[in-house]
């Protein structure tokens, strides 16, 4: 009984055919998944930064801008004097700086009337 000899150039052969197999097997992967929508993994790099580039960022990105534009907001709000936005406070201050009484400060701020009276006595004395 003859045993079956390989020699290094037939095992050669072999593992190349192998590799070419798995190299076409691997093309028509990738192309089967681009026309069908599926995303591979090098999908991931949109754009020519090489950035990774996913759906939940795209999201997030969004939500992060409304904030911002909200706060943005808010701060220009502020800058622009709006005593009324920033503290209940603010307000009565300015409104003992034009002569309100106590009672009218705590009416219109909604602060107490032992508050209004302290702002008023405070904010009258620096008007002289």
Request: aromatic share 8%; proline share 2%.
């Amino acid at each position: 009984m003859e045993g079956v000899v390989v020699t290094w150039r037939e095992l050669m052969i072999v593992i190349a055919v192998a590799m070419g197999v798995y190299a076409a097997e691997l093309m028509l992967l990738l192309r089967w998944s681009k026309f069908h929508g599926h995303r591979s993994w090098f999908g991931i790099f949109d754009d020519s930064s090489g950035a990774p580039k996913l759906p939940c960022m795209d999201l997030e990105l969004l939500e992060l801008r409304k904030q911002l534009s909200d706060l943005a907001g808010e701060v220009e709000k502020l800058r622009s004097g709006d005593s009324r936005a920033s503290s209940p406070y603010n307000h009565a201050i300015e409104l003992a700086r034009q002569g309100a009484t106590a009672s009218d400060v705590a009416a219109e701020c909604g602060i107490s009337k032992g508050e209004a009276e302290l702002i008023v006595a405070l904010y009258r004395k620096l008007r002289i």
